[in-house]
């Protein structure tokens, strides 16, 4: 090769050298343990930011000190050592959002679990997220129905409600979220299960419940067991609900149900307290409240402008021996609009769902029931709570005088049509016949042994003979006289 050839092989080089620098900034552990990382020299880095460190493995910036900065991490510590290199990536923690998420089981960071393979979305959402303003919401006005007989006659949810579901454990409180999802086929309505803290196996056996119902078809499994550490069971409800919000913004009406917070408030506090965060009151820390208030407060019903889309959240909490007053519970309570109150007793006496008429409320109430149902179950707690009282009351006397002994009667008629098997949500029409017969007291020749037959024979007649009806009250959500005295009419004719 002669020099010119040299030359111009330099020169074409030097034109075609592209000048590149890339300014990172990074830090280096000093210390590592129990999941926690204490790094050194990332001065600039943001509360809840996501790093990186040498194995790939990411972690969430939780503390932010004079000298150094606290990371959970989202992954395994295997091979990270003391000195080693930790970048900064600008991003906040964040999940994969859009429809491809619809019908998956994924993990708290958004991964695939159900073994289907890779889940086409491109966009990504932030985990945490402001709340929307005041301004930019409506009030709640239309039904969410549950399909649940004593909930939708008497604690009706809303969409854009936020009802919380508390009671000891093994009361029936996973089964109403599962009940109310199922219930959401065909109205519209996008599901998110958010599983905290349970055992694997539990998890499973819930989505192939939801998938023989047909409910995956719209449903999204987000799942973070006790296996998982701390840190993902802390992000799990927030990954949850930054999916739903895509779907809000999109003007859809989105249902989604956190299984449970008591065991997210706990993997919070395992979290805080490996921190050095300073314990409080039973040794959770000062900001547990915010947890779950920036949580919850994001679930709303936007106004017109904004898509009228909405979150609809059902928080689960469990109580140890019933004790409402607990920490936790308190806090849950104070933030949501309503409980739904689950007690032990009820459930073991075989009236399920166990709910406590006097216990639970809706602080929406009225505003979120079509005007076929405020018409029909009006009197009916009042009723209830008659009855349960004067029962204490009478217990000890033989003899009845006959309007106490029909105020009796009714009520154990009442307290068996309210009762509902597992998997067997109820439509509108049927609620309203159910208890338009229960309110022209026309149950009370019916042996409260033969209700639940009742209850089958009367639905199935109607479904035969009075189609119209039912197709009526389904569409116009209204009850007029006439309707009112069909039904009644149905009803003894069909007695005869």
Known sequence: MNQNEILSVIKREIEDFDFKTSVEETGAIIQISDGIVSVYGLNSAMYGELVEFETGVRGIVQNIETNSVGVVLL????????GAIVKRTGKRAGVPVGEAMIGRVVDALGTPIDGKGAIATSEYAPIENEA????????????LQTGILAIDAMFPIGRGQRELIIGDRQTGKTSIAIDTIINQKGQDVICIYVAIGQK???VAKLVSTLTAHGAMDYTVVVSSPASDLAPLQYISPYSGTAMAEYFMKQGKDVLIVYDDLSKHAVAYRAMSLLLKRPPGREAYPGDVFYL???????SSRLDEAHGGGSITALPIIETLAGDVSAYIPTNVISITDGQIFLESELFFSGIRPAVNVGLSVSRVGGAAQTKAMKKVSGSLRIDLAQ????EVFTQFSSELD??????????????????QPLYHPMSLHAMVILLCAANHKLLLDVPVSEIQNFKRELLDYFQLRHAELLKQIDTQKQLTEEMENEIVEAVKEFKK
């Open 75 to 82: 992954g395994s510590d295997y091979g990270l050592r003391e």
């Open 132 to 143: 929307p303003g005041v301004i930019d919401r409506q009030p709640v006005s239309v039904p």
């Open 200 to 202: 694997a196996s539990t």
């Open 292 to 298: 779950h208030s920036r949580l919850l407060e994001r």
């Open 387 to 390: 009855f349960r009282e004067m």
């Open 402 to 419: 006959k309007s106490t002994k029909e105020l009796l009667d009714n009520g154990d008629r009442l307290v068996e049509l309210l009762k």
